[in-house]
C-alpha cells in the first residue's frame, strides 16, 4: 500500500498515523519527493482500511500496490535511485561504463586492461576471481589471489572494483570491493540475497536467464528488504530457441524495469550475444534505448583469454567504442520520464 501525503503535512497528525501503522507490524518507507512525501507501507497490510487513511486532513491519496515486489516498485519510490561510489553516481540518467576481462588472469593482465579501459572512459574495473564455470572441469578463476589482484589495479589506477560473489560465506574476502555481483546463475541463491542485505556494498544482480522481469525484481526485494537500497540490475540476455547468438538480448528490459522499478538498469551485451562483433551495436542499442550503463568484457589478447575470449573486445575496440556511446548518450539523455 502506498499513502501520498499532502504538500506540508501537519506534523503531530503524521506522527499519529505512523505510531498507529507501526503499532501494526507495518514497516514504513518514505520517499520524500519535490512536492509530495510518499509512504511506502510494507507488511500484511490487508488489514488497514483504506477509507480510515485516506479521510486524514494530511492524506493526499491511498493506493494498494498489487505486485508482490515493494520496495523495488517505482510507486514507492519515483524517482531513480542513485547508487554513489565515491564521485561516482550510477542511476538517474547517467552512463556508468563497466569493463575488464571476464576474469582475473595475471597482476600483469588485470593492471594493464585496467589502465587501458580507464583512459578510454570506464568508471568501474569488472574481473572474476570466482567463476561460475558450467563445466566443473573449466578453470574456475584465481579466487582469493584473484581478489588480491583486483585490488592492486584498484590501486594502480583508482577505479573501483565489480566481481562477483557466489557464496554468502566469502563475505569477508570481499570487504575491499565496491560492487558485489550476483551472477545469472545465483539470481535466487536466495541465502546469498539476505546475506547482501545486510549490507551497505552495492550489488550488481544480473538476471538469471530463465527470469522474468518479476523474478529479477523480487530477487531485488530480497536484498532490499534486508535494509540494503544499493541494488543494480543487470540484463545479460535470456535462453531463447535462438542458437546464433549465446543468449537473446531482452532490450526491452530497460523502459520496462525502468517503469516498474527504480533502481538502475545496466546491460551487459558481452554474454548476451557471445560474439566480440556484435557488443558495438548492441551496446549502442542499449545506450540508446535509456540504459544506465553497461557492463563489457574486454581482454588484451581474447584468443588466448581464460574465460570467454570469444566475447571479448580489445581495448581498442572499447576505446572507439566508449566514444562513440557517450556521443549516444549526450543526445539521448533526459529523453525519457517512467511512471
Ligand atoms: C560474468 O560476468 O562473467 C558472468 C559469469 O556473467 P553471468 O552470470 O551473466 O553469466
Ligand atoms: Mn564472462
Known amino acids: 500500500m502506498i499513502v501520498i501525503l499532502k504538500e506540508n503535512p501537519d506534523q503531530a497528525q503524521l506522527d499519529g498515523l505512523l505510531q498507529w501503522l507501526e503499532e501494526r507490524h507495518i514497516t514504513i518507507h518514505r520517499s520524500v519527493g519535490s512536492h509530495h512525501t510518499i509512504l511506502g507501507l510494507v507488511g500484511d497490510t490487508s488489514s488497514l482500511d483504506i477509507d480510515l487513511i485516506s479521510a486524514l486532513d494530511i492524506v493526499e491519496d491511498v493506493k494498494r500496490v498489487q505486485e508482490p515486489y515493494k520496495n523495488a516498485n517505482r510507486k514507492f519510490h519515483p524517482e531513480d535511485t542513485v547508487i554513489r561510489i565515491g564521485n561516482l553516481e550510477i542511476g538517474g540518467g547517467t552512463l556508468t561504463l563497466f569493463a575488464g576481462p571476464c576474469s582475473v588472469e595475471s597482476e600483469e593482465q588485470i593492471v594493464g586492461i585496467a589502465k587501458a579501459v580507464k583512459a578510454s572512459g570506464a568508471a568501474v574495473l569488472r574481473g572474476g576471481a570466482f567463476k561460475p564455470r558450467t563445466s566443473p572441469y573449466a578453470f574456475q578463476g584465481m579466487h582469493i589471489d584473484g581478489i588480491r589482484l583486483l585490488l592492486k589495479a584498484k590501486e594502480a589506477t583508482g577505479l573501483p572494483i565489480c566481481t562477483e560473489i557466489m557464496d554468502a560465506s566469502q563475505l569477508p574476502l570481499f570487504e575491499d570491493i565496491d560492487i558485489l555481483q550476483v551472477g545469472a546463475r545465483n539470481m535466487q541463491n536466495f541465502a546469498l540475497l539476505k546475506a547482501l542485505g545486510k549490507t551497505e556494498k552495492p550489488v550488481l544482480l544480473k538476471r538469471g536467464m530463465a527470469a522474468s522481469y518479476q523474478d529479477l525484481l523480487m530477487s531485488a526485494e530480497y536484498i532490499l528488504a534486508g535494509g540494503n537500497p544499493n541494488v543494480i540490475l543487470c540484463e545479460r540476455g535470456i535462453r531463447t530457441f535462438e542458437t546464433y547468438t549465446r543468449n537473446t538480448l531482452d532490450l526491452a528490459c530497460i523502459p520496462s ?58 581495448p581498442a575496440v572499447f576505446d572507439s567504442l566508449a566514444k562513440k556511446l557517450k556521443r549516444i548518450h549526450d543526445i539521448t539523455r533526459g529523453d525519457r520520464e517512467y511512471d
Do not use: F, R, W, Y
Open 257 to 314: 524495469l525502468k517503469t516498474l522499478s527504480h533502481l538502475p538498469v545496466i546491460i551487459d551485451p558481452s554474454h548476451a550475444t557471445g560474439k566480440a562483433a556484435l557488443v558495438p551495436s548492441m551496446a549502442a542499442a542499449a545506450v540508446a534505448g535509456g540504459a544506465d550503463g553497461l557492463i563489457i568484457e574486454v581482454h588484451n589478447d581474447p584468443a588466448h583469454a581464460k574465460c570467454d575470449g570469444p566475447q571479448s573486445i580489445t
